[in-house]
């Protein structure tokens, strides 16, 4: 299995000149030099809480993918423990 996404970090802010609304960008200094309307990896999102998960997508997946790998090799570490609760917390929390 191979998913080709945009890579992170991505973060969630609220879109100045909407409604209200929020966008998830790129965080990456490269990508903000680049052209505006590329770095936006989603827009016009209704609620926080939505953007907070969409920004966590790739920390999300980066920890998942290295706790199965870990948990099929019967040992998970406790900086594995942490990246994935740093993940869920982006997800959760502003």
């Given at each position: 299995?191979?998913?080709?996404?945009?890579?992170?970090?991505?973060?969630?802010?609220?879109?100045?000149?909407?409604?209200?609304?929020?966008?998830?960008?790129?965080?990456?200094?490269?990508?903000?030099?680049?052209?505006?309307?590329?770095?936006?990896?989603?827009?016009?999102?209704?609620h926080a809480a939505d953007a907070r998960l969409i920004a966590a997508a790739p920390d999300l997946l980066a920890a998942l993918?290295?706790?199965?790998?870990?948990?099929?090799?019967?040992?998970?570490?406790?900086?594995?423990?942490?990246?994935?609760?740093?993940?869920?917390?982006?997800?959760?929390?502003?």
């Amino acid at each position: 299995m191979s998913a080709s996404h945009t890579p992170g970090p991505w973060i969630a802010e609220r879109n100045r000149s909407d409604y209200g609304n929020y966008a998830v960008r790129m965080g990456d200094n490269d990508t903000m030099r680049a052209d505006r309307a590329s770095r936006f990896v989603a827009c016009n999102v209704i609620h926080a809480a939505d953007a907070r998960l969409i920004a966590a997508a790739p920390d999300l997946l980066a920890a998942l993918t290295v706790l199965a790998t870990e948990a099929g090799n019967c040992r998970i570490y406790p900086e594995t423990i942490d990246a994935a609760l740093a993940a869920i917390a982006k997800a959760v929390h502003s």
